[in-house]
């Protein structure tokens, strides 16, 4: 009834080796390996234990993944330090990213669509095209040169698939991937909400610029070269050049970039690169501005941070099924094989906001 190929999925999203398996499961590790090739039979509560050791449902060892993909595709800075097991767990949890947005393309009609531009990558030999890109889009998408007020919302508006990313992990900020031609982003909502707007923008860079180029970077230069493309992108995308000239402080102090930083919604750290690539500071300024900014603490902690960007789309479409009326939380899990855990880690908490919202909805009675 379930495939032995799920195990393996289940110990890769947890982080086990076959041996803290078999030990979580009290089976000798030659026994538990014998039962992975079918060489023997698998006892009757194997796949009860291994539901509860993982806290995945049953039918989790049941579903058959359509998209495969490989995870030299994923885009994420630091790729060449970040540890297997936290790779594979990755690669788990995009799956099942990739499951949860099937599912409601299956119930749902009229999802929003991704449309690439035309010609999006331009000259990819220009000095400028990561700047040029990013204006342009903008400029397709109706935003013309002021803050974006949040720009979660507003890439599920444009039909990219936006999840929440459960690793805590340092080398990974957000990733983005394209999955039958569809651009998913993974956000790690642990970090400030100034670095993780910039890691949205950073990614949407990569959709447009890097994701849907045929040629594959071959090395570290290239890759290094793409993660500088997307930064540049992100900060003029956030913060268009025309605009930041003209509104910016005649003194950029740290005291008046402090200031500045909370109209654009962005860290400190950007508003003083920013100032740095438009000679508003010189090189001794800005590198000056660096070592306070550390010194202060501000490039781990944001002094005066912003409110977080807060997703739209997942708690809506929960409420759209609802409306149908016959909707069971437990039957869509079930059907996804996903814990209610795992789709609040991946979906910014939509379940919960949903019962929450539901609770809300109940008659209160009242004693007279």
């Not at 995009?94 to 990558?121: G, Q, T």
């Not at 000679?279 to 002094?303: A, F, P, Q």
Request: aromatic share 10%; glycine share 2%.
């Amino acid at each position: 009834m379930y495939q032995l190929d799920r195990i393996k999925a289940a110990q890769n999203l947890r982080g086990f080796s076959h041996s803290k398996t078999a030990e979580n499961l009290d089976i000798p590790l030659a026994t538990f390996k014998k039962y992975l090739s079918g060489e023997r039979t698998l006892p009757h509560d194997f796949w009860k234990k291994a539901s509860q050791l993982f806290s995945v449902p049953l039918s989790y060892f049941d579903v058959k993944n359509s998209t495969s993909f490989s995870m030299s595709e994923v885009n994420f800075r630091a790729r060449a330090r970040i540890k297997a097991s936290y790779s594979n767990s990755i690669a788990e949890y995009i799956s099942l990213a990739e499951s949860i947005n099937s599912y409601f393309s299956r119930n749902v009609k009229n999802l929003p669509i991704f449309n690439i531009l035309d010609d999006y990558n331009l000259d990819p030999d220009s000095d400028d095209s990561p700047e040029i890109t990013a204006l342009r889009i903008r400029s397709e998408w109706g935003l013309g040169i002021q803050p974006i007020n949040n720009i979660i919302s507003l890439l599920e508006l444009k039909g990219i698939k936006i999840f929440s990313l459960p690793l805590n992990v340092r080398e990974v900020d957000a990733l983005s991937i394209s999955l039958d031609g569809q651009p998913f982003i993974l956000l790690d909502t642990f970090k400030s909400a100034e670095r993780t707007r910039f890691d949205a923008a950073h990614e949407l860079a990569h959709i447009f610029l890097h994701i849907y180029d045929t040629q594959t970077p071959n090395d570290e230069v290239d890759y290094k070269k793409r993660e500088s493309e997307a930064d540049r992108f992100a900060s003029c995308f956030l913060m268009p050049d025309e605009s930041f000239l003209q509104l910016a402080p005649k003194e950029m102090s740290i005291g008046n970039m402090i200031k500045y930083k909370s109209y654009w919604r962005v860290s400190l750290q950007a508003i003083n690169y920013k100032s740095h690539k438009l000679n508003l500071l010189t090189d001794w300024v800005y590198r000056s501005n660096c070592m306070k900014i550390n010194s202060l603490g501000y490039h781990k902690n944001e002094h005066q941070p912003t409110h977080h960007d807060q997703p739209i789309l997942h708690l809506k479409l929960l409420k759209l099924l609802d409306a149908k009326g016959n909707f069971s939380i437990n039957e869509m899990l079930n059907e996804i094989g996903i814990s209610e855990e795992d789709f609040n880690n991946l979906t910014f908490n939509s379940l919960r906001h949903f019962k929450e919202y539901k609770n809300s909805k109940k008659p209160k009675l009242r004693l007279l």
